[in-house]
């Protein structure tokens, strides 16, 4: 009997085998359906290099027809493929507990991977954890949840003030003991009060985006829109994953709305026109970003600021897992779930999956971020406190930093 080869592998399923009864081999039948839908409905798959593309439809080949024993090696090929050929920090195979197949160590050894969805981080631990207890500074509010943590210290430097928030997480606005609008509040209140702003993500992978947003927004004096525009796929199963994802009575009326007008592969939502720092609004002093190769998902959406005026980065090039969001899960037969995201983000600072925005100060490896973002803040405050400034007027020097710029912005790896 000759071997199927990949498009009659894939087209030997469809959605209606997710929910009709089949007396069929689930092992094959989940490895053709976690083929189809990541050919179908992923939505970057159709710029996907076609490298990537050949490679992904050898492996799905070589899998199908030499399946493995049991569930758990399923699962971990299954894994190793997307690792292989698909540039989607956020796209994951999951055991049916929605638990991670491949440990840190097991993904390290991939070592032909397009995709590093366990970064090691060489710069120092988020200070969440470490200015706790220090008695240099005061603890405006702290807020844990388990592992993770959120919180506001304040240090007097110099005769000036400096604010730090360090979000190891972004929980949800309405997560139990948060009480996130009070912790917002509290950072508005002391804001006027600083005279620089140190926001430290070093270690977040992401979450809700609320804190984010609000917080850029007031730095900003503006509202930070981090897309220009975002696109859904329209074929039958990226709506199998809509339906899914967006089950609410208000979204599935505007995916029936999207559904009856859209004709096209995609429908592309534009997004609104790039708005401007706002000096009377928003916070016109310092404002240092530190993060590492952990910093994702909605944690990057700190790379928003980068068109505010006295922004610095400090740290590690971020993640980079933002291009593709809003994530959905799907059960296949054999119980394992694939994390896929429905929408495709057109991120108006050009942060690329795997990449990530690299800082305009990197941290040298083995040195804490934090300490080095204080020392550049120690000097920018010396430089507009009146001795400071008296001594420029003396000696006066260019200021040669700059914002980040595009020769930050690195190019896939895999396009190469």
């Not at 004709?263 to 592309?268: A, E, G, L, Q």
Request: with cysteine; net charge positive; charged share 25%.
């Amino acid at each position: 009997m000759l071997k199927k080869n990949f498009n009659e592998i894939i087209n030997s399923v469809s959605v209606n085998d997710l929910t009709e009864l089949s007396n069929s081999d689930k092992t094959k039948l989940s490895i053709a359906l976690f083929a189809r839908f990541m050919v179908k409905a992923h939505v970057g798959w159709d710029e996907f290099p076609d490298k990537l593309k050949h490679k992904f439809s050898s492996k799905i080949e070589h899998l199908y027809h030499n399946p493995p024993q049991n569930n758990q090696e399923l699962e971990k090929a299954m894994e190793t493929i997307l690792l292989r050929c698909i540039p989607d920090n956020h796209c994951s195979i999951l055991n049916a507990n929605f638990q991670k197949v491949l440990s840190e160590d097991e993904a390290g050894l991939i070592t032909d991977a397009v995709i590093n969805k366990h970064p090691q981080t060489h710069v120092g631990q988020n200070t969440v954890f470490t200015l706790h207890g220090n008695p240099e500074y005061n603890i405006l509010s702290l807020r844990k949840n388990g592992k993770e943590a959120i919180g506001i210290f304040e240090k007097d430097e110099n005769g000036g003030k400096i604010g730090i928030i360090s979000l190891s997480y972004c929980p949800h606005p309405n997560e139990v003991g948060c009480n996130l609008k009070n912790f917002i509040q509290i950072f508005e209140n002391n804001l006027k009060n600083w005279d620089c702003v140190i926001w430290d993500v070093r270690g977040n992978r992401g979450g809700n985006s609320f804190i984010i947003s609000e917080i850029s927004n007031k730095l900003y004096g503006n509202t930070v829109l981090f897309c220009s525009s975002q696109s859904l796929r329209m074929t039958p199963e990226a709506k199998y994953l809509h339906k899914i994802k967006f089950s609410n009575p208000q979204d599935t009326k505007k995916l029936h709305e999207i559904y009856n007008h859209i004709k096209t592969p995609y429908y592309v939502m534009p997004g609104k026109e790039e708005t401007q720092f706002n000096a009377q609004k928003g916070f016109n002093k310092p404002v240092y970003i530190i993060t590492d190769r952990r910093t994702s998902s909605s944690a990057e959406y700190v790379c928003g600021l980068y068109k505010h005026p006295k922004v610095k980065f400090v740290g590690e090039h971020t993640c980079g897992c933002g291009e593709f969001g809003d994530t959905v899960h799907l059960r296949l037969p054999c119980g394992s779930i694939l994390q896929m995201g429905v929408w495709r983000y057109n991120i108006r600072c050009q942060i690329k999956e795997g990449i990530g925005w690299a800082p305009t100060h990197p941290t040298p490896q083995g040195k804490d971020a934090y300490d080095q973002c204080l020392q550049i803040a120690r000097k920018d405050l010396e430089k507009t406190s009146s001795k400071g400034l008296k001594k420029r007027l003396l000696n006066p020097t260019r200021d040669t930093q700059s914002v980040q710029s595009k020769a930050n912005v690195v190019k896939y790896p895999y396009s190469r």
